[in-house]
C-alpha cells in the first residue's frame, strides 16, 4: 500500500470514528452498543481504501476477506458491500433500534462470522495458523500462529456476538406494565 492509499484510509477511519462519535454523544451512551459498533468500525476501517483503491487503480491486484473473493471490476462491488455492511452495523448499534429489519444485521454478521470462522479452520487444520495472513495491500502483511489466534478471538468470536446481539433486538422491547396486564 503505498502512501497515498495510508492517507486514504486514514482520512476514511477519522471520518467514520467521528460520525460514530457524533451519534454515540447524540443517541447517548450505552454499552453494549458501543461494544459492536466499535467491533464493526475494527473490522471495517482497514478496508475503507480498498473501494476506492480497487475502482482507481488499474493496478489493483483483486479483494480477499476470508472465503470472499473478487478481481477486477466485481472487487470494487463487493469490497463495497463489505465496507457497508461494517460500517453500517457500527452506526446502528449505536442508534439501538429496535424491529424485525435488523433480521438483515443478524444474517450478515452470521455470514460474516461463518466467513472468518470457516477460514480460521481452514488454515487451523491446514497449517495450525502458521500460513496465516493478514494483507492491507501489496506492500503490508502480518502473519503466524498468534495472529491467527487474535484474529479468531478478536474479530470471529465477537461477530458471532454481534449477530446475537443484534437478534435480541429484532423484537420490540415489552414494558413490564404490559407484561403485568396480559397475565
Not at 451512551?29 to 459492536?36: K, S
Not at 466499535?38 to 473490522?43: N, Q, Y
Not at 461494517?86 to 444474517?107: C, E, M, Q, T
Request: aromatic share 20%.
Amino acid at each position: 500500500m503505498n502512501l497515498f492509499w495510508l492517507w486514504v484510509l486514514v482520512f476514511q477511519g477519522l471520518l467514520y470514528c467521528g460520525i460514530f462519535g457524533y451519534l454515540l454523544g447524540r443517541y447517548g451512551w450505552r454499552w453494549d452498543g458501543f461494544l459492536v459498533g466499535l467491533l464493526h468500525l475494527f473490522v471495517g476501517i482497514p478496508l475503507a481504501a480498498a473501494p476506492l483503491r480497487c475502482f482507481l487503480d488499474p493496478n489493483y491486484f483483486g479483494y480477499r476477506v476470508g472465503f470472499i473473493q473478487a478481481e477486477g471490476g466485481f472487487a470494487c462491488v463487493v469490497a463495497l458491500v463489505v465496507l457497508f455492511w461494517a460500517i453500517a452495523s457500527a452506526f446502528i448499534a449505536v442508534v439501538a433500534p429496535r424491529g424485525k429489519w435488523l433480521l438483515f444485521l443478524v444474517v450478515a454478521d452470521l455470514l460474516m462470522f461463518f466467513n472468518h470462522a470457516g477460514i480460521g479452520v481452514k488454515e487451523f487444520v491446514t497449517s495450525g495458523f502458521a500460513d496465516f495472513v493478514w494483507q492491507g495491500g501489496q506492500y503490508w502483511r502480518l502473519s503466524g500462529v498468534w495472529l491467527g489466534i487474535a484474529w479468531q478471538l478478536v474479530v470471529t468470536i465477537p461477530l458471532l456476538l454481534s449477530a446475537v446481539w443484534f437478534a435480541l433486538r429484532v423484537l420490540p422491547k415489552k414494558s413490564v406494565e404490559t407484561d403485568l396486564l396480559n397475565q
